[in-house]
């Protein structure tokens, strides 16, 4: 069963910092690009970042260009996202999702993980 | 950034009722849509993919149509576990971007 599994979600201050985790499993990991998307509880998702099969050529939102980064270790089969000069408006569930194929780009993304929680609050 | 617009915001059906979602881009997107749906803590679940496609295990009663900027997911026959949100997402132009939403609720 092909399964992600979020976790490194809680509750951080204004300007801090934290680093999301996805575990893959259930599918050859190094054969896909990868993404986050994250979702305001009971709104809409948003499109955060994607990184290709290799871990190059990451793209951003630029709601979150040059505050976070998406890497992966295709040897964990496991897909990050380090956030940094955290603010309120970021505070949502993270989802990390497959991509269609190898590259960044995707037409669409599946499956997803559950998701896990960011709170941004002083 | 390409706008996608669906309505309505929420659609309160019957089970065995057809129910008929649109999703509106502000730009062409050729056929490169998709429709998700989603449960309260859970995640999206693939539904459609390039406009008319079914995902893998996804019922019969699941069909989208259209090209362009105007595009539709039909339910044929509403189950009860249908009743959940419904979200579309473009991914013709980068960066990808997705619908408010629909919630299909039950009447």
């Known amino acids: 069963e092909v399964q992600l599994v979020e976790s490194g979600g809680g509750v951080v201050r204004p300007g801090g910092s934290l680093r999301l985790s996805c575990a893959a499993s259930?599918?050859?990991?190094?054969?896909?690009?990868m993404t986050w998307v994250r979702q305001v509880p009971g709104k809409g998702l948003e499109w955060v970042a994607a990184i290709d099969w290799n871990g190059d050529s990451p793209s951003y939102a630029d709601s979150v260009k040059g505050r976070f980064t998406i890497s992966r270790d295709n040897a964990k089969t496991s897909l990050f996202l380090q956030m940094n000069s955290l603010r309120a408006e970021d505070t949502a569930f993270y989802h990390c999702?497959?991509?269609?194929?190898?590259?960044?780009?995707?037409?669409?993304?599946?499956?997803w993980g559950q998701g896990t929680l960011v709170t941004v609050s002083s | 950034e390409i706008v996608l617009t669906q309505s309505p915001a929420t659609l309160s059906l019957s089970p065995g009722e057809r129910a008929t979602l649109s999703c509106r881009a502000s730009q062409n997107i050729n056929i490169f849509l998709a429709w998700y749906q989603q449960k309260p803590g859970q995640a999206p679940r693939l539904l459609i993919y390039d406009a008319s496609k079914r995902a893998t295990g996804i019922p019969a009663r699941f069909s989208g149509s259209g090209s362009g900027t105007d595009f539709t997911l039909t339910i044929s026959s509403l189950e009860p576990e249908d009743f959940a949100v419904y979200h579309c997402l473009q991914g013709d132009n980068w960066p990808p971007t997705f619908g408010q939403g629909t919630k299909m609720e039950i009447k």
């Open positions: 259930g599918f050859t990991f190094d054969y896909y690009g």
């Open positions: 999702a497959r991509n269609a194929g190898s590259g960044t780009h995707s037409r669409w993304f599946d499956p």
